[in-house]
């Protein structure tokens, strides 16, 4: 294990090459056609029934075609095709370019640190072997049918919800880890922190109910269930008597993994005393809870529950199920005297003004209310001073100011980082607002800012820290806008200015009087630049890639090429059982006109060109394509022709683990940029339907 950091925030990102930045421009110009498309369709089509209930779960289908946007649908794949380039001269971005060519050909894992800037590098088996024994501390071999039985729940209440084509089965994730360099003996005896990503879309449907319990629950217990530092200083400032008092403070030991079904289930009954649950509402959110972990396509599930019950801290509504169990946990703490008492999910405060040998009573009185709920706690009672969140609360001078553990070093996005302008220039302002929001005084800030000053000079800024008293915000306002963002993302090395030609073309495309002016025009179609990957993404790929290859056989990486019994006659020259492939038909006819067509195939290419063979063959299929009505098309006229099969480029299909199809962003790449090569496709196939994201629906996935 050899330790290793940055000398940067991994949060920063490089410029991305020109067909990298392409595909990615695709990508969101198509999410944001088929939004406009819907608004569109159902517009025009006033008699659609009203807009059903979908906890934010997007449409599935392909859109139908809107002749009035065709105009404006033309001009967005010409904004595509034009793009312009320009040379990017950074000592800053040529050090990145350096520093992610040497990920990328490193042979060892780069594994993070828990909660410091540190990365470590692990081979694949000694990583393997620390994951393994991290999972076999709390979770027992599974059997794949019980992943069945999670997905048939998901589908049961998407159903009842009339959402199950929306919605798709659980993402068989494989479970990872961090290291806790920060703990004693870790040289010699290194700990984990075990991460299951793996998570049903059940849960951002609880999510949804779980907000709304919560915010109406805590109004009608009157708990200081806090959401953030901000809420934990109001509380502080009001506090009286301050320097009389002594603080308690404790931490829930595994809060998440330690929640069980019975303990959410008693959760849920006290919130039934205050707010109204369905029975369908509290089902949603018990199902949710049922997860596996996977790791190298095998299930794990927890040793200590017979039903799949599991809350993981990468779950949709893991905060929110933490929330209810604590306000359930503070309903039973206020009853205890002479105390006032609160928590943010598993870090839990308490003010009292009681004798120190009192103060101890209550500790233990504190104590037992987690250990009757099978919870654990680490406390400490009778402080003065307190470290909490990201700040220091001192009683004896009554300030607070902000606090840093010392192996967090603060590390910024650096100004010349492949940021949108408006990322990098908030930066210093935001750290300035949140400094001034945590320090109770301009002496405070000053004695503070120092480390993080220094950081931002590392980092590029001429930004001088100054102390900004808070502000009361003003109240916002209540209007709601119908509004479609464009989201395109950010290069520095992009010539073009896409953000102008885009305004320009809704001008041009919606003028006065077109039918659909009223709801796209400047006011309801705006921009805002998004984020090509940056380094902490590039590793993860990085690693990937690695157990990956760890994973495999020698079978495997064995993988027969070719089951052609003629080799000289195969279509791609022995290379015909590729799969996930983009391909390119040449046909020549004896005039020597030459038309291209291009093609993909998540399967291996030998079955697809079986196909392309009978549509070529059989009259009742020469409309399945473009690259048959074309054969007909010659057939008719009695013209011989020949054609030339070959690769243009491998990519991957669509899968919920990445919720991207590289597959069909790849074909449409070149069918956009590349005209040339694909002469005989069509020039609308930007908003199509993946239809290899059909399988992974609920609806149509196998039950």
Request: hydrophobic content about 30%; overall charge positive.
């Amino acid at each position: 294990m050899e330790r290793t950091s940055f000398n940067y925030s991994t949060k920063n990102i490089p410029v991305a090459s020109e067909k990298d930045y392409t595909k990615r421009l695709i990508e969101k110009t198509e999410e944001f056609l088929r939004r406009m498309r819907w608004k569109a369709f159902h517009f025009l089509s006033p008699t659609t029934p009203a807009d059903k209930k979908t906890f934010g779960f997007k449409s599935k289908n392909c859109p139908p075609t809107v002749e009035e946007m065709r105009t404006f649908e033309e001009g967005m794949i010409n904004i595509i095709r034009n793009i312009a380039y320009k040379e990017v001269r950074c000592q800053f971005q040529q050090d990145l370019k350096k520093d992610i060519s040497s990920i990328k050909n490193e042979e060892r894992l780069f594994v993070k640190a828990d909660k410091s800037v540190n990365f470590y590098k692990l081979d694949a088996p000694e990583y393997n072997r620390l994951l393994n024994d991290n999972i076999t501390k709390t979770y027992k071999k599974s059997e794949k049918k019980k992943l069945n039985v999670i997905n048939d729940e998901a589908r049961s209440v998407a159903r009842a919800l009339n959402i199950d084509d929306r919605v798709e089965v659980i993402a068989t994730n494989d479970a990872f880890i961090t290291l806790k360099d920060h703990k004693e003996n870790f040289t010699n005896n290194p700990t984990c922190r075990l991460i299951n990503p793996s998570k049903t879309e059940l849960g951002r449907i609880s999510k949804r109910i779980l907000e709304v319990i919560n915010s109406k629950l805590v109004r009608a217990t009157k708990v200081n269930q806090w959401k953030n530092t901000s809420s934990v200083l109001q509380w502080y400032k009001r506090l009286p008597n301050k320097r009389d008092s002594t603080f308690i403070c404790f931490d829930v030991v595994e809060f998440y993994p330690s929640i069980t079904e019975a303990l959410l289930n008693r959760a849920l009954d006290f919130a039934c005393e205050h707010v109204t649950i369905s029975n369908d509402d509290r089902q949603t959110i018990v199902n949710a809870k049922h997860s596996l972990l996977f790791n190298n396509g095998q299930p794990w599930e927890k040793k200590t529950s017979t039903t799949l019950f599991d809350v993981t801290m990468g779950s949709y509504d893991g905060a929110e199920t933490c929330e209810l169990v604590g306000c359930y946990l503070l309903a039973q703490l206020q009853q205890l005297p002479n105390i006032e008492i609160g928590l943010y999910r598993d870090d839990g405060l308490a003010v009292t003004t009681l004798t120190p040998k009192e103060t101890e009573r209550i500790k233990k009185q504190i104590c037992n209310v987690f250990k009757n709920n099978n919870l654990k706690i680490t406390i400490e009672a009778n402080k003065k001073v307190i470290n909490f969140l990201d700040v220091t609360l001192d009683m004896n001078t009554e300030k607070f100011k902000p606090y840093a553990k010392a192996t967090n070093t603060p590390l910024y996005v650096h100004s010349k980082s492949n940021h949108p302008p408006s990322i990098i220039k908030n930066i210093p302002e935001s750290i300035n607002r949140r400094l001034s929001e945590i320090s109770s005084d301009a002496g405070v800030f000053d004695e503070a800012a120092k480390p993080y000053q220094e950081a931002l000079g590392k980092s590029g800024y001429t930004f001088k820290l100054q102390f900004k008293p808070p502000q009361t915000p003003l109240p916002k306002s209540n209007r709601s806008r119908n509004i479609i963002w464009f989201n395109p993302p950010y290069n520095r090395n992009v010539k073009s200015n896409i953000g102008r030609q885009f305004l320009r073309l809704i001008d041009q495309s919606f003028p006065v009087g077109h039918k659909l002016r009223k709801i796209f025009n400047r006011n309801t179609l705006k921009l805002s630049y998004s984020c090509m990957p940056n380094v902490t993404q590039i590793i993860s790929g990085h690693n990937k890639t690695i157990l990956r290859k760890a994973a495999q056989t020698p079978q495997d990486q064995a993988t027969k090429t070719c089951n052609c019994r003629k080799k000289d006659e195969c279509p791609l020259k022995g290379t015909c059982l590729s799969e996930g492939v983009i391909y390119q038909a040449t046909v020549t006819s004896l005039n020597n006109r030459t038309e291209t067509y291009v093609g993909l195939t998540a399967t291996n290419f030998k079955a697809r060109w079986r196909n392309h063979q009978t549509s070529f063959n059989n009259e009742k299929s020469k409309n399945s394509t473009e690259l048959s009505k074309y054969i007909w098309a010659l057939k008719s006229k009695n013209e011989r022709y020949t054609i030339g099969w070959k690769i243009l480029e491998k990519a991957k299909p669509y899968t919920n683990l990445t919720g991207k199809c590289q597959l069909c962003t790849a074909e449409k790449h070149f069918i956009i940029t590349k005209p040339e090569l694909a002469t005989l496709n069509k020039r609308n196939e930007l908003v199509s339907a993946c239809r290899h994201r059909r399988k992974f629906i609920l609806r149509y996935s196998i039950q």
